[in-house]
DNA sequence: TTGTATGCGTTATCAA
DNA sequence: TTGATAACGCATACAA
């Protein structure tokens, strides 16, 4: 097996706790002699020694380990925020473990099980679905907890996440002044938190300006560009089509984009289009889309320095943070006067 | 702190053996009666149990945890292999553990440190930089380990990778057998593994079909779009500009598409473009890109499969493998005539 | 069917 | 300046 202190110990002659000192402690303390020192320094070397974090965390109640648990590691927004997250963690000296919960609230309870099994000292999460009794229990048993991308009221956690309501309707803001009306919404996932929040935003927005609901124009079921595509095929046939859609985000915008060109429909000059999220190629779509951004790395920032605090203070008031999006204008939304929008709308339905 | 078995055993009566064989046994073994699981069982619920791996994991000297380390979580390639991983080693019981070193070498040396301090039962490693020296290391320490994305002859170290160098010829071989003769090809950052494979593929494409390999046309330094778009505003103003390019990576690609709109060289009449990499959005960009597509999901199968055999024998044969990319032909690329070459590169001259 | 005792590798307390 | 010893929580060989 590999060398213990003990090893090192009886090599040298001296005493685990001498070995231990001069080798994890801050070894001045103890007035430890120079000999010593490098005596022991050298043999460790030679054996090959290795810290068993194991031991040291059963011992000391503390593992410097983070744990992450996110619904989809392949999705940019959350693989950005794995790496912002790991490079905030690594300057206080953490590491974290990651857990990919495939979108299965089963696999995010036993993610959560294993991470608390490991002992972490803390756990960052953005659970699945919209129900987070679980999470509550976990901050219930005194584990400094943060969640992300994610907030609720009904539960007393700290929290960072986008404001996605008021993304929402940056974007629907923008369309609007640029004369559309008669605007889609195409969805992601139903029930889910992004999905919702983001329909919220849409829906207030009209609201707020005094344009009624159309139903028909609420459409799609998940965040794949296969339902972009198709439910921009329906939309586009629709008798009174819509002269903008927003999509819930950047891959059902990627479909939306592929039905538009396909049935020969000009983005912007027919139809303007905005999508949550703005991942790198955005911007190199024919056209550039206009896109609300997340701010990942104030979130991962944000994430970390609440979670420190937790560490530090248990029983400190909750925190929620909410942060604000950005809409990025591309070239994806053209003004739209009443004319122009007949106009489109008789050129659509010969299609 | 949180319950031990300790806790359960003067709760119940029972002594901390049994409560360990009923809560983490298969318990049927000690023939333990009904009664005494059950009450075990529900005192342990009670009092809110949870095992602590770090106490199991030092007496058993084994952790069920499996390292990663990569250089760039949120490249798409990397956090779908991490993806694939995850679930491919959740099926076998193990959690993992990532390390996200940036690129950096430094930071991978310590996270290598991290992780085996970490005790875990095994390692997955994509390197940074082309020498191997300190992996072998490890390997020599008996500590089983798999390199991934990367494969070197100079180190004894099991190794399962995409054979890049093929993926270029399929690209390079598809762009000349369209009649193109002068083909540019856009690097990314050199001395990479990625990089270094990819240009010796495109080396050696036009050595086999006896095209003299031109130095101008080999332009580039990093996977980033700028330099795409940067070289191929070059390229394009080149005296005997190329009718083709072929990019190291899909995030240079997108650059190289964007300077061609902004020069207003259509793609693919005016000029043909191939990539290496596959991401999610390359089949929606105008046009479609051909490009070299890897094979992630198994590549984390044989990563796993590779890793549990080593395992089991730590002292069996080296195994390299070497998976074979596939080219998705798209509409980027133009068959060309020896006539339209010359009205193509006149045209661009004005530029 | 259950209990006792030991050790995994480390750190911390106390003593020398 | 260094050492002996206990404890962290668990699993297991051996006893009963």
């Known amino acids: 097996m590999s060398t213990t202190l003990k090893d090192i110990a009886k090599k040298t002659g001296f005493s685990v ?205 998940d965040f794949r560009a296969m339902n972009g595509y198709l439910e921009t095929k329906h939309l586009l046939k629709l008798a009174n089509p819509p002269t903008a859609i927003f999509t819930a985000g950047n891959i059902i915008a990627l479909g939306a984009l592929d039905a538009c060109k396909k049935a020969g429909v000009r983005v912007p000059q027919d139809i303007s289009l905005v999508t949550f999220d703005d991942p790198v190629f955005t911007p190199y779509l024919s056209p550039p889309l206009t896109a609300v951004e997340q701010p990942i790395k104030k979130l991962s920032e944000m994430a970390v320095a609440i979670l420190y605090r937790r560490m530090k203070n248990h029983h400190g008031m909750r925190k929620t943070l909410l942060l604000e999006p950005k809409l990025n204008i591309r070239s994806s939304v053209a003004r739209i006067s009443t004319r122009k929008n007949i106009i489109h709308s008789t050129k659509i339905e010969k299609n």
Not at 111 to 127: C, F, H, N
Not at 141 to 162: E, G, T
Request: proline share 2%; with cysteine.
């Open 17 to 221: 706790s001498t070995i231990s000192r001069v080798l994890h402690d801050n070894s001045k303390k103890y007035k430890i002699s120079e000999e010593t020192q490098t005596k022991v320094q050298q043999t460790a070397k030679d054996l090959g020694y290795r810290l068993n974090t194991l031991a040291r965390g059963l011992r000391m109640q503390k593992t410097y380990e983070i744990g992450l648990i996110v619904p989809d590691i392949a999705n940019p927004f959350f693989s950005a925020v794995c790496k912002n997250l790991a490079g905030e963690l690594r300057k206080g000296g953490y590491n974290f473990i990651v857990y990919d919960t495939d979108k299965d609230l089963s696999i995010e309870r036993s993610a959560i099980k294993k991470v608390l099994e490991k002992r972490v000292d803390g756990l960052i999460i953005a659970s699945v679905g919209q129900e987070f009794s679980h999470i509550q229990k976990i901050r219930d048993a005194n584990i400094p907890l943060v969640m992300i991308d994610r907030c609720s009221d009904s539960v007393d956690v700290d929290s960072v996440s986008v404001d996605n309501v008021k993304g929402s309707m940056f974007a629907m803001n923008y369309l609007i002044k640029e004369g559309h009306t008669r605007i889609a919404f195409i969805q992601g996932t139903p029930g889910s938190y992004a999905n919702e929040t983001r329909l919220q935003g849409y829906k207030l927005a009209l609201h707020d300006t005094g344009i009624a609901v159309d139903k028909h124009l609420i459409v799609g079921n």
